[in-house]
């Protein structure tokens, strides 16, 4: 089954202890993106990578790193979570084509 | 000025009616434009995507895209209890070279059985 799966799915943290939520795809999708969902705000692009190896900056990229090793995983890294990070976390995946956008199921963080 | 707008609603419909659901984009560059639904708590999947002016309709879906209004629409015929959910309208602009989606904020549907 084509999918985006995320890690872990909710996390409650506290200010400044570092975590990671990863992303992996099975579609071999070269495309790769991190989005953050607030209320009133819609959902806005953190990183994105057009291949292995290449990352580059969104809307919103203060306060986080992300790498891309191996074409299917696309790990979000806080190195110092702050409360106003505190969102829900959506990885999406993508051949190029904006209209096969693949999600997956979110992840719920709170940083105490 | 937002870059996408949309209404938050709620829109309330009762069930087998018409829902129209509207947005509107600053970028007058923008190239493509895209509905998704989100169920609370859930993910949001794609239902259409438009590109030129006009109508595209897809089964109970219709979107309307006039670029010189810059406004795009979304109606939903036979409006079901499951239609009820959040519609994110999103939009392609001008080539960034970052092939990013701009959300709106989402218009939430409640169709009343």
């Known amino acids: 089954e084509a999918q985006v799966t995320q890690n872990p799915r909710y996390l409650i943290t506290v200010t400044g202890k570092k975590l990671t939520v990863t992303c992996s795809q099975n579609?071999?999708?070269?495309?790769m993106s991190w989005y953050r969902q607030d209320p009133g705000l819609g959902l806005r692009q953190i990183y994105y990578?057009?291949?292995?190896?290449?990352?580059d900056k969104g809307d919103v990229p203060e306060g986080y790193k992300v790498s891309r090793k191996e074409k299917r995983n696309f790990p979000l890294i806080l190195e110092s979570p702050s409360p106003n990070q505190t969102s829900l976390y959506f990885c999406?995946?993508?051949?190029?084509?904006?209209?096969?956008?693949?999600f997956g199921p979110g992840t719920r963080l709170t940083v105490t | 000025q937002k870059e996408v707008e949309q209404n938050s609603g709620p829109l309330s419909v009762p069930e087998g009616a018409i829902a129209s659901l509207n947005c509107t984009y600053s970028d007058r560059g923008s190239q493509s434009f895209f509905w998704y639904r989100q169920y609370s708590g859930k993910s949001p999947e794609l239902i259409m995507f438009?590109?030129?002016?006009g109508d595209k309709e897809d089964g109970r879906f219709t979107a309307q895209l006039n670029k010189a209004s810059q406004y795009v629409s979304l109606l939903i015929r036979d409006s079901q209890p499951s239609d009820s959910a959040t519609y994110l309208c999103?939009?392609?602009?001008?080539?960034?070279?970052?092939?990013?989606?701009?959300f709106g904020s989402g218009t939430r549907l409640q169709v009343q059985p």
């Open positions: 990578s057009m291949n292995v190896e290449v990352t």
């Open positions: 999406a995946s993508s051949t190029g084509h904006l209209y096969e956008q693949y």
């Open positions: 999103a939009v392609n602009p001008r080539d960034t070279g970052r092939r990013a989606l701009t």
């Open positions: 438009i590109y030129s002016n």
């Open positions: 579609m071999n999708h070269e495309y």
